[in-house]
């Protein structure tokens, strides 16, 4: 039977108003936010770009886009001289600030944060919702929602017993990536499949019990109270048409897990020249990208300075990814590109840019030791920070134009826009808020883990890093508490049976980054203020390699792993463009 209801997907409401996210700020940075603490972060704010150079004020606040203004607010509660007070006074304002979003989004309007271009969000009659998945009828198993299939979401739903639940996933992509090893597949030292986990073969359930399904699709819009998630299928990345189809599921218990996504800063250009690194078909467009560089550059009447702009590829993050990335690249460029594209040898060459310090959370040792392993490789390490993404070039604080045939940008995450659409508590960087049983308060039957789920801020906890480790292991501790919540009778949608399990504790077990050429960084130390071991060098590569080839999901991607490591040293990596 049909069913009509207003949807507001997240894509589409995200940026409602610019005029009240400069209120906000402009209000909140005039009461708390001195001279002094503006000084500490001037480095941030010139992150964000040139407009806002000197402090804001409310003259200054209203020429900055959506995204300065997001970044900024979600920002505040770092500063070292804003105290509890300000804090407390921050989510005053977030919340009288969502609130007068609310007001402006119900008028179905939304306004395009790079044009001013509004569009209509769909009415109550423009979008006709067909539920897939009524509501669980009497003797049936309890139904656990996962919405994705990162970390979080496969760790939760391989631990999850079907025997006594039955499994609904929804998620964009039907796989599991392991990210440790997908920057080894831009430059061939790995095949794609072999860091790609189908779900299916996760969780089981989901192609053998009649009532488990996988959903190819993204979700929009959540209704608590009706216990019911709104979703639109998966297109390959197409926008959303008059004449798409959207499906309601209902649920007993919803776990999202939809991770997060990569954070610009507003800075314009990035979306449209940049490619990230956090998907398989991320991996591949930098590969074919990479390729059809090194071959264009060998064509006949090609000038030098074109040549030289073409194989520049330039990495924009110092973190473990854009270190990884930019060794497993030098390595392709001293063994691989120097046997097979010997015309143009002279002219590849990477550049690492980071605003700060690479390997921030690193030992001191350590990074002392990727910096001048990575400079002796051939990578330029850069201290800048990037202001504007051109189509061939970028541009620097500085003021220096940088050309660049290939940019890679791993500057870090942040909440994806579906994750600040919900109305939901938010944790103080903008996640989804939990509870310390990472329940979000207020709300029956929902939870929230992974890069999209924070702590907020009357748990008393510090907001946890968007890291694989921890997302594993809060989808490991939720399956195991909805399994005991479910056994005892608790599992259906607003059951009255209260299990109380033991909190969720994270201790860091330790940080690990491949610096290219059989070297490696292990990092043993549970924060950045503890001690504890760490070591460099041949030594910590073979851990790397050991630890990330027993964590790999499967035996089967972990025979795929293996053969293409020992084919990879023997042959040398696969340069074809597919």
């Given at each position: 039977?049909?069913?009509?209801?207003?949807?507001?997907?997240?894509?589409?409401?995200?940026?409602?108003?610019?005029?009240?996210?400069?209120?906000?700020?402009?209000?909140?940075?005039?009461?708390?936010?001195?001279?002094?603490?503006?000084?500490?972060?001037?480095?941030?704010?010139?992150?964000?770009?040139?407009?806002?150079?000197?402090?804001?004020?409310?003259?200054?606040?209203?020429?900055?886009?959506?995204?300065?203004?997001?970044?900024?607010?979600?920002?505040?509660?770092?500063?070292?001289?804003?105290?509890?007070?300000?804090?407390?006074?921050?989510?005053?304002?977030?919340?009288?600030?969502?609130?007068?979003?609310?007001?402006?989004?119900?008028?179905?309007?939304?306004?395009?944060?790079?044009?001013?271009?509004?569009?209509?969000?769909?009415?109550?009659?423009?979008?006709?919702?067909?539920?897939?998945?009524?509501?669980?009828?009497?003797?049936?198993?309890?139904?656990?929602?996962?919405?994705?299939?990162?970390?979080?979401?496969?760790?939760?739903?391989?631990?999850?017993?079907?025997?006594?639940?039955?499994?609904?996933?929804?998620?964009?992509?039907?796989?599991?990536?392991?990210?440790?090893?997908?920057?080894?597949?831009?430059?061939?030292?790995?095949?794609f499949r072999s860091v790609a986990e189908p779900i299916a073969r996760i969780q089981t359930a989901l192609s053998k019990s009649?009532?488990?399904?996988?959903?190819?699709?993204?979700?929009?819009?959540?209704?608590?109270?009706?216990?019911?998630?709104?979703?639109?299928?998966?297109?390959?990345?197409?926008?959303?048409?008059?004449?798409?189809?959207?499906?309601?599921?209902?649920?007993?218990?919803?776990?999202?897990?939809?991770?997060?996504?990569?954070?610009?800063?507003?800075?314009?250009?990035?979306?449209?020249?940049?490619?990230?690194?956090?998907?398989?078909?991320?991996?591949?467009?930098?590969?074919?990208?990479?390729?059809?560089?090194?071959?264009?550059?060998?064509?006949?009447?090609?000038?030098?300075?074109?040549?030289?702009?073409?194989?520049?590829?330039?990495?924009?993050?110092?973190?473990?990814?854009?270190?990884?990335?930019?060794?497993?690249?030098?390595?392709?460029?001293?063994?691989?590109?120097?046997?097979?594209?010997?015309?143009?040898?002279?002219?590849?060459?990477?550049?690492?840019?980071?605003?700060?310090?690479?390997?921030?959370?690193?030992?001191?040792?350590?990074?002392?030791?990727?910096?001048?392993?990575?400079?002796?490789?051939?990578?330029?390490?850069?201290?800048?920070?990037?202001t504007e993404v051109n189509p061939g070039y970028i541009i620097l604080s500085d003021g220096s134009r940088v050309p660049y045939?290939?940019?890679?940008?791993?500057?870090?995450?942040?909440?994806?826009?579906?994750?600040?659409?919900?109305?939901?508590?938010?944790?103080?960087?903008?996640?989804?808020?939990?509870?310390?049983?990472?329940?979000?308060?207020?709300?029956?039957?929902?939870?929230a883990i992974g890069d999209c789920a924070g702590f907020v801020e009357s748990v008393g906890k510090p907001v946890l890093p968007?890291?694989?480790?921890?997302?594993?292991?809060?989808?490991?501790?939720?399956?195991?508490?909805?399994?005991?919540?479910?056994?005892?009778?608790?599992?259906?949608?607003?059951?009255?049976?209260?299990?109380?399990?033991?909190?969720?504790?994270?201790?860091?077990?330790?940080?690990?980054?491949?610096?290219?050429?059989?070297?490696?960084?292990?990092?043993?130390?549970?924060?950045?203020?503890?001690?504890?071991?760490?070591?460099?060098?041949?030594?910590?590569?073979?851990?790397?390699?050991?630890?990330?080839?027993?964590?790999?999901?499967?035996?089967?991607?972990?025979?795929?792993?293996?053969?293409?490591?020992?084919?990879?040293?023997?042959?040398?990596?696969?340069?074809?463009?597919?």
């Amino acid at each position: 039977m049909a069913m009509r209801h207003l949807i507001k997907p997240a894509h589409r409401v995200a940026s409602a108003s610019l005029e009240s996210q400069r209120n906000f700020v402009s209000i909140f940075y005039a009461k708390h936010y001195p001279e002094s603490a503006y000084r500490r972060r001037g480095s941030f704010f010139e992150a964000l770009g040139p407009e806002t150079s000197s402090r804001p004020q409310k003259k200054d606040v209203s020429s900055l886009s959506f995204l300065n203004i997001e970044a900024m607010s979600m920002s505040i509660y770092r500063a070292p001289n804003i105290k509890l007070g300000a804090s407390k006074s921050y989510q005053r304002c977030r919340l009288l600030h969502n609130k007068q979003l609310a007001e402006e989004q119900s008028q179905g309007d939304r306004l395009d944060d790079s044009s001013g271009h509004k569009e209509e969000t769909p009415s109550l009659t423009d979008i006709k919702i067909e539920s897939g998945l009524p509501a669980t009828k009497p003797g049936e198993k309890p139904r656990i929602v996962v919405l994705g299939t990162g970390w979080a979401a496969s760790r939760l739903m391989k631990d999850l017993n079907s025997k006594i639940c039955d499994v609904v996933c929804i998620s964009p992509r039907n796989h599991m990536v392991f990210t440790p090893l997908l920057a080894s597949t831009c430059v061939g030292t790995l095949e794609f499949r072999s860091v790609a986990e189908p779900i299916a073969r996760i969780q089981t359930a989901l192609s053998k019990s009649p009532n488990s399904y996988f959903f190819l699709g993204r979700c929009i819009n959540i209704d608590p109270k009706k216990h019911e998630v709104y979703c639109e299928p998966e297109m390959n990345g197409s926008p959303t048409s008059a004449n798409k189809k959207f499906f309601s599921v209902s649920y007993d218990k919803l776990v999202i897990a939809s991770g997060a996504e990569a954070v610009t800063f507003g800075i314009n250009g990035v979306h449209e020249n940049a490619i990230f690194l956090r998907e398989v078909s991320d991996a591949q467009n930098i590969r074919k990208k990479l390729l059809l560089n090194l071959m264009l550059s060998d064509i006949p009447g090609t000038s030098e300075e074109e040549r030289r702009r073409l194989l520049h590829c330039v990495v924009v993050g110092g973190g473990p990814t854009g270190v990884e990335f930019s060794g497993e690249l030098s390595d392709f460029i001293r063994r691989d590109v120097h046997q097979r594209y010997a015309h143009v040898q002279n002219y590849i060459h990477v550049t690492l840019i980071e605003a700060k310090e690479i390997l921030s959370s690193f030992d001191v040792g350590l990074r002392v030791y990727a910096i001048k392993h990575l400079t002796k490789a051939g990578v330029k390490l850069v201290k800048g920070i990037v202001t504007e993404v051109n189509p061939g070039y970028i541009i620097l604080s500085d003021g220096s134009r940088v050309p660049y045939g290939l940019l890679v940008w791993s500057t870090g995450v942040g909440p994806s826009g579906f994750v600040k659409s919900l109305p939901l508590p938010k944790s103080l960087d903008g996640r989804i808020g939990v509870d310390e049983n990472l329940k979000v308060p207020g709300f029956e039957d929902m939870y929230a883990i992974g890069d999209c789920a924070g702590f907020v801020e009357s748990v008393g906890k510090p907001v946890l890093p968007a890291l694989a480790q921890v997302a594993e292991r809060q989808g490991k501790y939720l399956a195991r508490e909805l399994n005991r919540i479910v056994k005892a009778g608790g599992g259906y949608a607003g059951s009255t049976v209260s299990v109380e399990g033991p909190p969720f504790v994270y201790t860091h077990l330790g940080s690990m980054a491949s610096v290219g050429r059989y070297k490696a960084l292990v990092d043993l130390r549970q924060s950045k203020e503890s001690k504890g071991f760490s070591w460099a060098g041949f030594l910590s590569w073979l851990i790397w390699r050991s630890a990330y080839l027993t964590r790999v999901v499967s035996w089967r991607n972990r025979f795929y792993v293996a053969v293409n490591w020992a084919t990879t040293f023997v042959f040398g990596r696969d340069i074809s463009r597919i």
